[in-house]
Structure formats: structure tokens, C-alpha cells
């Protein structure tokens, strides 16, 4: 059996209030990525999706994982504010564990898309440098 390269990708999506009038679009567009993973065989053997949605806080909705095996895609409901610091904590503590599988070669981020500005500006993670404003 031939090992293929897993390249996983993080979907992190802003669910704050501000984002009330796209969640609709955002839940249409979830199961739309299922399936086109589905029909491209290529991209269903080698991509592996997780999915961070964050408010005041984060949650990893989706953990990293084959789309083909996934029987439904998580619902997306508008609550809280935008806390950028919460949503990147989140995906620093994924990311490493995600890039120390043996067949793991590639680290890939979709940037998160907000409708505004963060509430906070308190430094990030531990071991991470900046912060956000």
C-alpha cells in the first residue's frame, strides 16, 4: 500500500455576532467542501480539514480529519464577540500536534476572514511572539 503525503488544512471561521448575516453562506459552504473533497480523489486521499470557529472563545468544531469519513459537517451559530488571540491559541496548540505525524509533510492555514476588529490586545499563547491589535 502506496503512503501518500498528508497535507492538513485549518478552516478557522468567525462566528461573533458580526458575522450573523454570513454564518447562513458559511453553513451552505461547509457540506460544499465535503463533497467537492469527495469528488476529487486526489485531494480526499492526501487533505485532511479541521475546522476552528471563534468568538469570544475557540473551539475546534472539527478536528483534522479524512472529509471522507466525516458524516456531517458542524453547524455554525453566530454568538459573542471577535477574540483573534483566542481563535490563533487554538490553532498554535493544533498545529504542532498535527505536524509531528510521519506522514504529515505540509502545515497549511486558511486565514481567518472577519467582519471586524478584535475586542482584545493581550499577547498571544506562551511561546509565541506578538500581539494582537
Known amino acids: 500500500m502506496d503512503s501518500y503525503p498528508i497535507f492538513p488544512f485549518y478552516v478557522v471561521i468567525d462566528v461573533s455576532v458580526s458575522m450573523q448575516s454570513y454564518i447562513g453562506a458559511l453553513n451552505a459552504e461547509l457540506p460544499a ?26 473551539e475546534m468544531l472539527l478536528p483534522l480529519s479524512d472529509l471522507l469519513e466525516v458524516s456531517h459537517m458542524p453547524t455554525l451559530q453566530p454568538v459573542g464577540g471577535t477574540n483573534y488571540a483566542a481563535a490563533f491559541e487554538l490553532l498554535y496548540q493544533a498545529i504542532p500536534t498535527t ?9 497549511r492555514c486558511i486565514d481567518p476572514q472577519c467582519s471586524s476588529s478584535p475586542m482584545d490586545s493581550r499577547p498571544l499563547a506562551a511561546g509565541s511572539s506578538g500581539t494582537l491589535r
Not at 473533497?37 to 492526501?46: R, T
Not at 487533505?47 to 475557540?58: H, K, L, N
Open 33 to 58: 467542501l465535503q463533497v467537492a473533497v469527495q469528488e476529487d480523489p486526489i485531494v480526499g486521499d492526501i487533505a485532511r480539514f479541521g475546522i476552528i470557529a471563534f468568538s469570544d472563545e475557540a
Open 99 to 107: 505536524c509531528s505525524g510521519s506522514n504529515s509533510t505540509a502545515c
